[in-house]
């Protein structure tokens, strides 16, 4: 089953702070986060592996709550180089590296 | 270390025809997947390869679709007899081993006209 991502699409000041949500219906063994610009190829922003875990990238990071089979991305002070789509992709046991990915959560960020 | 490399970058193909997409994956990776995007929409996975073997092609259509990654050379991912419907972007990613961060390429953009 796809994850499902909330919001859909955000709009955001520069400076502002964002959370986008993924939640799946299976038990969620790894979460990998991608943010899409138009045209282009998804670039890997982080991957969490264990429950409970927190990674950080620059002024992005992210938890996964094994728990709740929920992984949240959050970014703080937004800049206009974050504006994209961003996909959460789900991994399952066995350790193959398959993703499942969400709908994705297109983010704009204004001056 | 050069990243994901995918060619065609876009192919224009008319219906009945055959597509064949390339990627080189990035160098040490052994594990490489396809995905294929509608506009506006996500990445749907179609097939994980490993040198020589398919690993899954769970999300591989049953007819016109195939998929090799052989001992040498690229992995290729074959469309037979196109139909409009194919027309999507097909992104190749690569990772050293199964569950870890996955590179994509630029991908493939093909026109069924």
């Known amino acids: 089953q796809q994850p499902v991502q909330s919001p859909q699409a955000v709009i955001l000041r520069e400076g502002e702070d964002a959370v986008i949500n993924c939640s799946s219906s299976k038990a969620l063994y790894s979460v990998h986060w991608y943010r899409q610009k138009h045209g282009e190829a998804p670039v890997f922003l982080m991957i969490l592996l264990k429950g409970g875990e927190q990674k950080g990238h620059e002024k992005i990071s992210a938890s996964f709550n094994e728990k709740k089979q929920q992984s949240s991305l959050y970014l703080t002070a937004s800049q206009l180089s974050y504006s994209g789509t961003y996909f959460c992709g789900t991994g399952g046991s066995g350790n193959t590296g398959k993703l499942i990915f969400g709908q994705g959560t297109t983010l704009q960020v204004k001056p | 270390n050069a990243g994901v490399m995918q060619n065609p970058r876009h192919l224009v193909r008319r219906r009945g025809q055959e597509a064949r997409l390339r990627c080189s994956p990035m160098k040490g990776h052994s594990h490489v997947y396809w995905y294929r995007q509608l506009p506006e929409e996500g990445l749907k996975f179609m097939v994980y390869l490993q040198k020589e073997n398919i690993i899954d092609e769970s999300g591989m259509p049953k007819e016109r679709f195939s998929a090799e990654f052989p001992k040498e050379g690229p992995s290729i991912l074959r469309i037979q007899q196109v139909v409009r419907g194919d027309s999507a972007a097909y992104f190749c990613?690569?990772?050293?081993?199964?569950?870890?961060?996955?590179?994509f390429g630029q991908g493939t953009r093909l026109t069924v006209v």
């Open positions: 990613a690569s990772s050293p081993w199964g569950d870890t961060e996955a590179f």
